[in-house]
């Protein structure tokens, strides 16, 4: 068996001598001069693409920020309106606590037992609801005169107490909270 070359199969590579040497130097960088121009093309792209990531994102942080100054706001909204409401319901209420009271007063000399033993039921249902609702009564006979929590209607003598104090109280005022719902009518003692 005799082995023959196979000189067709390998093709031989012949030195290119018609080009010069720096026409093959220009078209290897021009050859890599798209891909510089492509590397800068991405770079650009990613710039860009990361200016808008930032510019979207303190756009999220500004929307997070007005919506937790919207919630903290319409909170303390919600929380004025409640506490209003049920200062003007208590205010509107008071004149059916004075008469529950006078109620008590005029059964007291009344025979009818089962009449009275109602009324002063209501009433002590009626002083519950204030006191859940935090209404506390302003009755300060003996103490000095406060114009903030007191409306003086009438002079009383030297005999009836110390100068400049509350001798009688002639209709209870109300505070809720630390705001008065209604002044107290008082006598008081000149100084």
């Known amino acids: 068996m005799s082995k023959k070359k196979n000189t067709e199969a390998e093709p031989k590579l012949e030195k290119q001598t018609d080009m010069p040497e720096e026409e093959i130097k220009e ?7 798209p ?3 492509e590397e800068d093309s991405v770079q650009k792209a990613l710039d860009e693409a990361n200016a808008k990531a930032n510019e979207y994102l303190a ?17 303390s909204v919600r929380t004025d309106a409640y506490a209003d409401g049920r200062k003007d319901t208590a205010a509107l209420m008071l004149p059916v606590l004075d008469n529950l009271e006078r109620a008590v007063e005029a059964a007291a000399g009344s025979a009818d037992e089962a009449l ?6 209501v009433l002590k ?3 519950d609801v204030y006191e859940k609702l935090g209404v506390k009564p302003i009755n300060r006979p003996g103490e000095k005169f406060d114009p903030n929590l007191e409306n ?3 002079q009383g003598t030297e005999a009836e107490g110390e100068p400049g104090t509350v ?5 209870k005022g109300y505070l809720i909270g630390d705001k008065v719902l209604r002044h107290a009518m008082v006598k008081v003692v000149p100084e």
């Not at 078209?27 to 001069?33: E, I, P």
């Open 27 to 33: 078209d290897c960088a021009q050859a890599v001069k």
């Open 35 to 37: 891909e510089a121009e």
């Open 59 to 75: 756009l999220a942080q500004r929307v997070q920020a007005d919506f937790e100054n919207f919630r903290r706001r319409n909170e």
């Open 116 to 121: 009275r033993n109602g009324v002063e039921m």
């Open 125 to 127: 249902q009626m002083t």
């Open 152 to 154: 003086a209607i009438l």
């Open 167 to 171: 001798c009688q109280v002639l209709q």
